[in-house]
């Protein structure tokens, strides 16, 4: 009920005792008016309520960051009577926005809004609440059997970065991580070229063909490409507008980056995901980024391991890693030593520090201990 309401009541009283008490039939009429009024508000709204069906959709529910769509609210309006104009209350990115509808009567109507993705996640789309008023607008009713906001997902963007190479001893001889000729699995044989190993030379067959032939072996699978991205909650963000999102966004498409640049040199990646969503993503084929970037949508970037602990765990992968890709928002003691403790397990690494601040005075001593290990060290501005 509303403040109309209220005075069309207080209205029916006073026509109603001064009818009773003059016996005017102007005070008469206006009273069966205003009950009548009453009347046919309740009906129509109750009418409205169960006639009235509402969908919404979106021609896409996957998009890119910094894409944009719209919501597509499609309303039938099976009764006879007529109600006034819908009042919606939409969720859309940016906000929450409240608007104005016509319904009208036997009729179906389709409205578009607009709206644009600025950040990456499941981000719920669609009409929140809805409320029916009548003509008069002395009532005002919640309609409750609705659809439930649309979930968008938001998938970041990768952005192009150089190459990591696995790293290799200086004696010459590979890691045991390193993708050499598997000397238990003879493949095929070859000419002898000049510098070739003598034991490898066939023997047998090299005086049966007179010439000097040379055994090759089988390659194993490339090393893995470990990319260990922090899923707890960012920091640095203080004072900077948006700057939550903005770092989440950069630390998705960071990882999203490394992964598809690896995959393109056709080296394995792992990435190991111990945030509140909890899995692990492999692949060896670029097309296999679409899931990745779906997975990195899902993260939400809080809560989850301490990202000193995940270095510490993804220790025991180091015998397989040929690359160790770091991402996160925090450079301090634990950190240095986790990143030093996996460099110094074999794999060349590189340092990606998500941050506001890159000239931050307090970096520089961490970075420089970084760097004496060999490890490279690059900054990531969110945009």
């Given amino acids: 009920m509303t403040a109309r309401f209220f005075i069309t009541v207080c209205s029916l009283l006073v026509t109603g005792l001064c009818a009773l008490s003059l016996g005017g039939r102007i005070f008469y009429m206006a009273s069966w008016a205003l ?14 309520s169960r006639m009235i069906i509402l969908s919404q959709e979106t021609p896409e529910s996957k998009l890119m960051r910094g894409s944009s769509s719209k919501l597509l609210i499609n309303i039938r309006n099976k009764s006879l009577l007529p109600i006034g104009p819908l009042q919606i209350q939409l969720d ?16 179906q109507k389709t409205v578009a809004f607009p709206f644009f993705l600025p950040h990456i996640g499941v981000i719920p789309v669609g009409a929140k609440q809805i409320f029916l008023q009548d003509i008069f607008r002395l009532f005002l ?10 979930n968008v997902v938001v998938l970041p963007r990768p952005f192009d970065v150089d190459k ?23 493949d095929d044989v070859r000419n002898y070229r000049p510098g070739d190993p003598l034991k490898r030379i066939h023997w047998k067959l090299s005086s049966r063909k007179r010439e000097l032939l040379v055994r090759r072996f089988e390659l194993p699978a490339p090393p893995d490409t470990l990319v260990l991205m922090d899923c707890s909650d960012p920091v640095g963000f203080e004072e900077i507008p ?19 640049m690896q995959m393109e040199g056709g080296n394995p990646v792992r990435l190991p995901l111990y945030g509140a969503r909890i899995g692990e993503f492999k692949a060896d084929r ?15 970037f809080r809560g989850g391991e301490a ?11 180091m015998r397989r890693t040929g690359a160790s890709i770091v991402i996160t928002t925090r450079l301090d003691v634990n950190i240095v030593e986790g990143v030093k403790h996996i460099r110094r397990s074999g794999p060349s690494v590189r340092f990606y520090l998500v941050t506001f601040h890159p000239e931050n005075p307090q970096y520089d001593q961490y970075v420089m201990q970084l760097q004496r290990h060999l490890v ?8």
Avoid: W
């Fill in 164 to 186: 990591l190479q696995s790293a290799h001893m200086d004696d010459g001889r590979a890691l045991p991580n390193q993708t050499t000729e598997d000397i238990t699995a003879p």
């Fill in 242 to 260: 948006d700057g939550l999102n903005r770092l989440k966004d950069t630390l998705a498409e960071t990882a999203l980056a490394v992964a598809k």
């Fill in 92 to 107: 859309i990115p940016g906000g929450e926005t409240k608007i104005s509808l016509d319904a009208g009567f036997l009729r």
């Fill in 307 to 317: 990202f000193e602990k995940v270095l510490n765990v993804e220790l025991r992968r």
């Fill in 35 to 48: 009950i009548l009024m009453i009347a046919y508000s309740l009906l129509s709204l109750l009418a409205a």
């Fill in 141 to 150: 009713i919640k309609k409750y059997r609705m659809q439930q906001p649309l």
């Fill in 376 to 383: 490279e060290v690059c900054y990531v501005t969110p945009a």
């Fill in 286 to 300: 670029e097309g296999s980024l679409a899931l990745l970037q779906e997975e990195l949508a899902y993260q939400i």
